[in-house]
Structure formats: C-alpha cells, structure tokens
C-alpha cells in the first residue's frame, strides 16, 4: 500500500484542473511536500499562494514539459531543492481537436513533444532516485482513448496509445526490481475541466466530474491499483474490440453508442481561459 502521509508529491500540469485537486488532495491525506510544475505562470502563482496560505508546504516551478532542457533543469532544481519525490503525477497534456488532415505540423509535434515525449522524460528524471530508495509511485494520465480510435482524436490518441502502452511496460519493469515500485495508468474518458468543451458524451459514458475521478486515482495509489478506467463501460471497452469484427464494432459501439460522433461540436476552453501559445500545457 502507498502512503501519501509524509512523502513528496509532484504534479505536472499541477496548477488548474484535476492536477491542482490531485494535489490538494494529497496535502489532505498529510503529503509533507507537493511539487506543482506548470507552464501557466499565473495559475502556478494563484495555486501555490492559495495552498501555501491553507499552511502547507508548496514547491513552484515554471515548466514546459515539451522541451526537454526545461525538463530535465527543473528536474535539478527540484532535487536539489526538495529531495527524491515519492509519487509523481504526469498529468501535463493537450490536445487539439482536428481531423488529421486539418492539424498543422506544428500541432503534430507540439502533442507528441508534451503528451508522449513530456511524460517520458519526466519520469525518467526522477524515477532512478525512486529505483535507489526502493519505494516510489508513478501516475501516467493516460485516455479513455488509448482504447480505441475516434474521429478528430487521431493525434491525441496515437499520444495517449503510446503513454498506455509505455506506462505498462515500465510497470512490468519496476515491479521486478527489489522494493515498493508502483505505476498506475489512468484511462478516463471526458472529464469538465473546460479541456474538452462543447464534447457531447457517448450514451454510456457521462461527463465525469473531476472530484469523483480524482478521488478515484487517490485511491488507486493509496491501494497500489494497476489502472484506473472511468466511467465503469470503459472496462467494456477491450472485451467488445476483441470480439466483435472491427466494422460492428464501429457500428454498434463507435456509432450506436456515440462515441465516433462526440468531438464533432468540441471548442476546447472558452476564450476567456484562452492563454499564450506558449503556455498551453495543461492538464488530461
């Protein structure tokens, strides 16, 4: 079982949306310190003032996960300053709601630079202090669309497909070193974070609200589970890929249920929550 009591948390994406309750959540359960990295230098300042004022004990640091300089200087920095972290959440990602031919290059590379790229080189930063310790927990925010295809998702869910694909893979490695190395992978579907505004829910699959899925990944790290899936018909979604033929499966699941038609209205965040280029990292 990991304990939240007394470790050091890390929270990438961690001032706004599920990444600042996943860290106010882990102060709750008694983490001595949390770690809040962020590209929105105003949120990071509001979230950070606003948890060091409720007496806890809160590291800022400026980040563009995309870029790996930044990455690894404020990975230094961090452990140079507050220590080895016990669980980290990689929670940073974006998406850009296109057809594929619709994307720019820019695009293209800016997703896979922060969902895939970013997630990795993060990890990888802190999970050798977590091997020397013996104990750490990693957290990946992956997708509910790291389970199947869905128009105007191509890009984001190849990224989401490849951080499912590695989270197992390095938890299958952590689990046979010597110690208490844990990686949860978390593959929600819509969450109303603003992320993914104007979304129309698949019948089956409603909206999730980010203090129930949060509460749900706080759990799965305080009992050490392998995987979150939310809302529960996502844990259908693998059975029904692997039995029916690929065309009913698009019929009856992708189209009957909704799924294929849900980002025909998406906006993303509105424009009033609209910031810089600069600083669209934002949380799953």
């Known amino acids: 079982m990991t304990k939240i009591k007394d470790k050091k948390v890390l929270v990438t994406g961690g001032a706004n ?36 004022q409720k007496g806890y004990t809160v590291h800022d640091y400026l980040v563009d ?13 961090t452990l140079s300053e507050v220590g080895p972290i016990d669980i980290l959440f990689n929670n940073a990602g974006i998406v850009v709601g296109k057809n ?13 630079r922060i969902n895939v ?4 080189h993060v990890a990888r930063c802190f999970v050798g202090e977590m091997i020397k310790q013996k104990s750490g927990h990693i957290v990946n925010i992956a997708s509910a669309v790291s389970l199947l295809a869905n128009p105007k998702m191509s890009v984001y869910a190849g990224s989401k497909w490849a951080v499912l694909g590695w989270s ?27 992320m993914f505004e104007g979304v129309e829910a698949p019948i089956l699959a409603p909206l999730l609200e980010p203090e129930d899925i949060t509460d ?23 059975i029904l890929r692997g039995i029916m033929p690929t065309r009913l499966f698009d019929l009856v699941i992708g189209k009957g249920l909704n799924i294929y038609s849900s980002m025909a209205s998406f906006v993303g ?12 990292t934002k949380q799953n």
């Open 168 to 194: 197992e893979s390095l938890r299958l490695e952590l689990e046979d070193m010597p110690g208490d190395l844990h990686v949860t992978t978390v593959c929600p579907s819509y969450i109303k974070t603003g």
């Open 17 to 52: 949306g599920i990444g600042k309750l996943l860290g106010e959540k882990c102060l709750r359960e008694g983490a001595s310190e949390l770690v809040i990295w962020d590209i929105n230098e105003k949120n990071l300042q509001a979230t950070t003032q606003e948890l060091r």
């Open 65 to 77: 996960v995309s870029d790996l300089e930044d990455v690894t200087k404020a990975a230094t920095l």
């Open 216 to 238: 749900q990944i706080i759990r799965a790290v305080k009992t050490n589970e392998i995987e979150v899936k939310a809302p529960w018909s996502v844990h259908l979604i693998p």
């Open 117 to 120: 790229l970013g997630v990795m």
């Open 100 to 112: 594929f031919h619709e994307h720019s290059h820019t695009e293209i590379e800016k997703t896979i």
């Open 269 to 280: 965040r509105p424009p009033r929550e609209a910031i810089p280029e600069k600083e669209k």
